[in-house]
């Protein structure tokens, strides 16, 4: 004589499926939560390096002291537009035309160019893209209230 076996029981395996499934739909909802956060972060640290390049002095700061802020800016920029998908269409594509008129801005300073005169020169430039980070920000929700 034969050893008997249990017999399977579908009804038992309802609940675990039902479980499983739970469980995987919860975790695209935490790594969005996560991305989003980490592309508030980003926005932040562009946000910081723009502040940075605004606070310079042009009495005082060298062309070299405003290529070393845009490098920071070119940097934190890179970081933002690397995840281009998580942002709207039309903000990313203002952040790149104001990050790219800058970025010429910059590029055509002269090694001896007078910052006071070439700070208000690149004022434009500076708005734009200050503005297009902003709308960046909102659109996001990347603001703490």
């Known amino acids: 004589m034969r050893p008997s076996r249990p017999q399977a029981r579908p009804w038992a395996v309802a609940p675990l499926l039902l479980v499983a499934t739970a469980l995987a739909s919860c975790g695209g909802g935490a790594s969005e939560t996560v991305d989003a956060a980490l592309l508030c972060d980003d926005i932040a640290v562009l946000d910081e390096s723009i502040q940075a390049f605004e606070d310079l002095v042009p009495a005082t700061a060298s062309v070299e002291d405003y290529r070393e802020a845009w490098d920071t800016i070119e940097d934190a920029y890179q ?67």
């Open 79 to 145: 970081v933002v537009v690397a995840d281009r998908d998580a942002l709207a269409e039309e903000s990313a594509n203002s952040l790149s035309e104001a990050h790219d008129d800058l970025s010429t801005a910059i590029g055509d300073l002269p090694d001896d160019a007078n910052m006071a005169d070439a700070a208000a020169d690149l004022q434009p430039e500076l708005e734009a893209l200050r503005t297009a980070h902003d709308s960046v920000t909102i659109e996001n929700e990347c603001i703490e209230l």
